[in-house]
């Protein structure tokens, strides 16, 4: 059995955090300073990563190549099966003329103004998407729909990018709640309303500071009441649905609530208009001709792929036939130093009836109540293919890498050095979460590497542990913008592919102030307020 070595440089802390950052360091140097290619920069972190993790970590050779191979299947299914069958939809709706159908019901029953319309599509009918699909999807879906209305796609994605941190903890109906739970030992939902009593205020605050970026202050001053409504409703119905109902239903309730009371509002309230932000012409689209479809079948895609993945979610239609596999010469030949030798569980859940199989039925549904052709539908598919493979490659890199530093022992190197800085762990916390997001691209994974390390560090430090395991979630969702993972996924319906490290560069600012306001608002719930914390079983 493999021993992980927490600090293999001269038994000095510090210095070994240097080193077990490198991989991180290069993926981010590449993307966001060189802008280089997402595959390219994931590839060299994985290179640097094998280096350091065989050489400086001493890890086996073997268990390194086992692990990145454990991590690029695991990317495969059901990371990127999801992503695929999500993007299929996309195309079929495209085909079909739903997708356009879509953009005129917008351009129709929303006024025109592409301000408004950013919030309406960006933030609300981004985080509906975020609840069912995820991945990425959403960023794709909702930035190739802003591109047919007029942003420069940039823009558009880097806006969509911001706006899809909100909805990331709940996602998939709580699936990054549940391993949270599972991992620190605390209750799920007692996680769940912690996690709501600090992502509403995030919320809160997106549409002010995408509208800000966009549009200036100005276009703040004078919008400040749609977008108070759009945060306010999604972060009010998100802390009811964690903290009353149940956190499974945040992500949808809070999303379609915010959705319907942006949209009802916009009946009674009117911005004041401003020909800068106008919506002109019918925007680019680059497809062959359809015959005109009723604007309210633009809907169609979307709300059959909600319904379908709420109800095959909720009656665990995944489970079935699902097979526990333990990775083959990996699981439990490593064990976790951080956790006093814990083995390290190497298992990959085949779920053949997972969420992306869920969305191949609500794609094919589609297909066939559009009266979509077999021909028409392979079109789809091939489009698929095209425009998925390299996201496909870039996603097995970096969840290779994510993979290896987990088994390796860098990430837990990375942990042990945040959690032994003292008091100055509350201001890092969050940052523990948005490392391990952006190298895996998943709130879930985050929470699996990292949950645990956060409640074992705030015990040591007197400090709520419900808080920190919460904030672990809370700053992994912020790590979500910058994540190669994700914006792989987005710029495959676009003409930024190969220009991933542009999409980085322009986020990777927003990243780090939205993390540092997360960390301002931790010490004010441990210090100021610690009333707001949930018990556990009736203690603080």
């Known amino acids: 059995?493999?021993?992980?070595?927490?600090?293999?440089?001269?038994?000095?802390l510090a210095l070994s955090c240097l080193v077990a950052i490198l991989p991180a360091f290069v993926v981010l140097l590449l993307l966001g300073v060189l802008r280089r290619p997402a595959w390219q920069a994931a590839l060299a972190g994985l290179i640097v990563g094998l280096v350091v993790a065989v050489l400086v970590w001493q890890m086996p050779l073997n268990l390194a190549g086992r692990s990145v191979f454990n991590g690029a299947v695991f990317a495969l299914w059901p990371v990127m099966w999801i992503v695929v069958t999500g993007l299929l939809l996309f195309n079929i709706a495209v085909q079909s003329g739903r997708f356009e159908a879509f953009r005129s019901w917008i351009v129709t029953n929303l006024p025109g103004d592409r301000r408004i319309i950013l919030v309406v599509v960006g933030f609300c009918f981004g985080a509906l998407l975020e609840g069912v699909c995820g991945f990425g999807t959403p960023v794709a879906i909702t930035g190739a729909l802003l591109i047919r209305l007029g942003f420069p796609a940039l823009e558009a994605l880097v806006f969509v990018l911001i706006f899809n941190t909100a909805p990331v903890a709940y996602g998939g109906l709580g699936v990054p709640v549940?391993?949270?739970?599972?991992?620190?030992?605390?209750?799920?939902?007692?996680?769940?309303?912690?996690?709501?009593?600090?992502?509403?205020?995030?919320?809160?605050?997106?549409?002010f500071y995408v509208i800000a970026l966009y549009g200036g202050w100005r276009s703040v001053r004078a919008l400040w009441p749609i977008l108070l409504i759009a945060g306010g409703s999604f972060g009010l119905m998100q802390f009811i649905a964690s903290n009353f109902i149940t956190y499974?239903?945040?992500?949808?309730?809070?999303?379609?609530?915010?959705?319907?009371?942006?949209?009802?509002f916009l009946k009674v309230w009117r911005a004041p208009s401003d020909p800068e932000f106008a919506i002109h012409g019918t925007g680019a689209t680059g497809e062959r001709p359809v015959a005109a479809v009723p604007a309210w079948q633009g809907w169609l895609p979307w709300l059959i792929v909600s319904a379908v993945v709420i109800i095959w979610t909720t009656?665990?239609?995944?489970?079935?036939?699902?097979?526990?596999?333990?990775?083959?010469?990996?699981?439990?030949?490593?064990?976790?130093?951080?956790?006093?030798?814990?083995?390290?569980?190497?298992?990959?859940?085949f779920q053949p009836l997972g969420t992306g199989t869920a969305i191949l039925l609500s794609a094919l549904i589609t297909a066939a109540l559009v009266q979509l052709s077999p021909a028409g539908f392979l079109r789809c598919v091939g489009y698929t293919v095209r425009q998925a493979w390299l996201a496909i490659v870039t996603v097995m890199l970096i969840i290779g890498l994510a993979y290896l530093m987990n088994y390796s022992g860098l990430a837990y190197t990375l942990g042990l050095g945040a959690a032994s800085t003292g008091r100055l762990f509350i201001l890092l916390s969050p940052f523990l979460g948005w490392l391990a997001v952006f190298l895996s691209g998943s709130d879930t994974s985050g929470n699996a590497l990292f949950g645990n390390l956060q409640v074992v560090a705030a015990n040591q430090l007197h400090l709520n542990p419900v808080l920190f395991a919460a904030t672990n979630s809370s700053g992994g969702v912020l790590g979500k913008m910058i994540s190669p993972q994700n914006i792989a996924t987005g710029v495959a319906v676009t003409n930024l592919k190969g220009r991933e490290g542009e999409v980085v560069a322009r986020t990777f600012i927003h990243s780090i102030v939205l993390t540092v306001l997360l960390a301002l608002l931790v010490v004010i719930q441990q210090y100021v307020i610690p009333q707001i914390i949930p018990a556990v079983g009736g203690t603080p």
Request: hydrophobic share 50%; net charge positive.
């Open 1 to 12: 059995m493999f021993h992980q070595r927490l600090t293999p440089l001269g038994d000095n």
């Open 315 to 349: 009656c665990k239609v995944a489970n079935v036939a699902q097979q526990a596999v333990s990775w083959p010469g990996l699981h439990k030949m490593i064990s976790i130093t951080l956790y006093h030798d814990q083995p390290y569980a190497a298992v990959w859940n």
């Open 178 to 207: 549940t391993v949270l739970g599972a991992v620190t030992g605390l209750p799920a939902a007692v996680l769940g309303k912690m996690i709501g009593r600090q992502l509403p205020f995030m919320a809160l605050i997106l549409p």
């Open 248 to 264: 499974t239903l945040t992500d949808v309730m809070s999303s379609l609530g915010s959705l319907i009371i942006t949209l009802l």
